[in-house]
């Protein structure tokens, strides 16, 4: 398997336009998340879905942020209007199994910046 | 909710030397702990992890120790190589929950 797939890997855009994130997880994986890392922060979940189904979006730091997740092989995390603070790496991830504590398998980020 | 605390968030060491870092948590309930890699321009990448009901497990030069009665748990690397150099970060899952809470992680540089 490829592993967990994201893109774009870089993105630089001005304050105000749109930014979309993309994340395939792994084929047969039920649960996937939405990080964001920064030096100060940490790893951040911002979201996460249970058999595309959004569990807990409690992390999503306000309404500019949205995610979706139409199918089992796609989800996007979308901000609109953009802003400078929210410059970090975003990283997908899934799990095999909606429940439980197993791995999670990260994808290779993109890192977004917001001039 | 869980509360994970790490140390130290940078540590230098010379290649063959040990190293160790160490996390903290604070519910008493929380029963599997993993320990993630993540090199430079990488996403974390799960190297061991330990559950509840054991105190120690090791996989060739790393390993976890658990104190439960103290709430806290170690990342062991012996013999350290330069390919060790990486940021580290610890979890912990809260009693119940399937979501791990992440320490701030951990910076290792190994010198040749």
């Known amino acids: 398997d490829a592993g967990v797939i994201q893109s774009p890997r870089h993105e630089v855009t001005e304050m105000g336009q749109e930014v979309t994130l993309r994340c395939k997880p792994i084929?047969?994986?039920?649960?996937l998340f939405w990080y964001r890392q920064t030096m100060m922060r940490g790893l951040e979940l911002l979201i996460y879905f249970n058999n595309n189904v959004p569990i807990d979006d409690s992390g999503m730091p306000e309404d500019r942020f949205s995610a979706k997740m139409p199918n089992a092989s796609f989800s996007t995390l979308k901000i609109q209007p953009s802003e400078p603070r929210d410059s970090a790496v975003y990283f997908c991830?899934?799990?095999?199994?909606?429940?439980?504590?197993?791995?999670?398998?990260f994808g290779e980020g993109s890192r977004l910046t917001v001039l | 909710g869980e509360n994970v605390e790490q140390h130290p968030s940078t540590l230098s060491v010379q290649e063959g030397d040990s190293a160790v870092i160490k996390c903290t948590y604070s519910d008493s309930a929380s029963n599997y702990f993993p320990w993630y890699k993540q090199e430079l321009g990488k996403g974390p990448q799960l190297i061991i992890d330990?559950?509840?009901?054991?105190g120690e497990k090791k996989d060739q030069r790393i390993a976890v120790t658990l104190n439960k009665t103290a709430k806290h748990f170690s990342l062991h690397i012996t013999e350290t190589q330069p390919e060790d150099s990486a940021v580290y970060f610890c979890?912990?899952?809260?009693?119940?929950?399937?979501?791990?809470?992440f320490g701030r992680g951990t910076s290792l540089i190994v010198h040749p």
């Open positions: 979890a912990a899952y809260e009693g119940g929950s399937y979501i791990p809470t």
């Open positions: 991830a899934s799990r095999p199994v909606a429940g439980g504590t197993g791995e999670l398998f």
């Open positions: 330990i559950r509840s009901n054991v």
């Open positions: 084929s047969g994986h039920n649960s």
